[in-house]
């Protein structure tokens, strides 16, 4: 058997700890300071905009392609094997607020049709007979994509680690990473506080926490928090009476409906003190402070396309931390220099959720149980 630690339970974690648990070769340990999908998996909204995004090739289009695929059974599966449904939004409408983008969309819609993906251009009567609620005075078009939604993080995260439980996978909460024991650029062994166990492979799926761990190699890995905020309210009505509830975007606000006319508000992007360009490894007296002025603008930037969010009442707002590295892109999917069995599969700043089948299919990859993607692959 071969022995893989993974550190971090938040969605990634949890992705890629169900995932790799169908390969019967594989000792599966899950590692985490707290309890599974804390930290910043909790506070996401879990709002998938794969297809809707104008990444078109390379990794990123990857990432996201085979994230959305895997997500079209994965949902199912889970259901089917726990017996019980995870709430999940099937639908996105990005609202398009300046003619002369139409034409960038017109072009990624037959870019996806030529990938095999449907995108619809709405004309703002085509959206008002849809989206009644909609303020269409000012959008000059709406985009609608019918395999882009939503699904709840930490629903989604828990039920990951209830199948893979099932799978055999052994977790280990309340149980932070001490250190890595390294000889020759091998890490065989991690110090826990009860135990120190035996690895032969080590994957650092713990956001923020991951930079400091990632300080035991040759180049640790830089990265920043940025915080949002977001909000759940209520209305006395739904929004819209009919059956076609689909998350709707505008001014990078998004209001994602929960039922029982409530909806989520959110994210606001907050950085910390000296923006993107904050010196790593972070001071001990950087503190992120939720900026209520910001919250405020996100209430009102949703009102302006959906004027009934303003007769709705707060029942809570919150805020996480997202990772988002610096000096390359997100997320980082590659081996930790300095170690020949250490993967870093984090910085995955505001699309852990989207993303995390996607990126359990790449560190499976690196591991060497599924065959590389073909490079040549304009698409790929």
Not at 335 to 348: Q, R
Request: with cysteine; hydrophobic share 40%; glycine share 8%.
């Amino acid at each position: 058997m071969t022995r893989i630690a993974i550190v971090g339970c938040g969605i990634v974690g949890a992705t890629l700890a169900y995932e790799l648990s169908s390969h019967s070769q594989l000792d599966i340990h899950v590692i985490d300071q707290g309890n599974p999908a804390q930290g910043v998996t909790q506070a996401a909204l879990g709002v998938l905009m794969g297809i809707i995004s104008h990444k078109v090739k390379g990794r990123n289009w990857r990432l996201r392609r085979d994230s959305i695929e895997r997500y079209k059974t994965l949902l199912p599966e889970l259901e089917a094997s726990l017996g019980r449904s995870i709430p999940h939004i099937q639908g996105l409408i990005s609202f398009c607020f300046d003619r002369e983008q139409i034409p960038r969309w017109q072009s990624l819609q037959a870019k996806r049709a030529s990938q095999g993906y449907p995108l619809e251009i709405w004309s703002p009567q085509q959206l008002k007979d849809r989206c009644p609620q909609v303020n269409t005075k000012a959008v000059a078009a709406a985009i609608y994509s019918p395999q882009d939604g939503q699904v709840h993080p930490k629903e989604l995260t828990l039920a990951l680690v209830e199948a893979a439980q099932q799978r055999g996978v052994t977790t280990h909460w309340q149980s932070p990473v001490l250190g890595l024991n390294k000889n020759a650029g091998y890490c065989s062994q991690l110090q826990l506080p009860e135990e120190i166990l035996d690895v032969d492979w080590v994957i650092l799926s713990a956001g923020l926490n991951s930079a400091d761990l990632s300080q035991l190699g040759a180049e640790p890995l830089p990265m920043i928090p940025v915080l949002g905020q977001a909000m759940e309210i209520e209305l006395d009505q739904p929004l819209d009476n009919t059956s076609f509830q689909p998350v709707l975007n505008g001014h990078d606000v998004h209001l994602v409906p929960l039922g029982e006319k409530r909806y989520w508000l959110g994210a606001t992007v907050e950085f910390p003190p000296g923006g993107e360009a904050v010196e790593f490894p972070l001071g001990d007296d950087l503190e992120m402070v939720p900026n209520l002025e910001r919250l405020e603008q996100m209430r009102q930037s949703a009102i302006s396309y959906c004027p009934a969010v303003a007769q709705a009442r707060t029942l809570r707002h919150w805020s996480g931390l997202r990772p988002r590295p610096q000096g390359q892109g997100a997320p980082v999917i590659k081996p930790l220099a300095g170690y020949e069995n250490v993967i870093l599969a984090t910085g995955h700043y505001r699309n852990g959720i989207l993303l995390a089948p996607g990126t359990a299919i790449t560190v499976a990859e690196l591991l060497g149980l599924t065959p590389k993607v073909d490079s040549e692959d304009p698409d790929a």
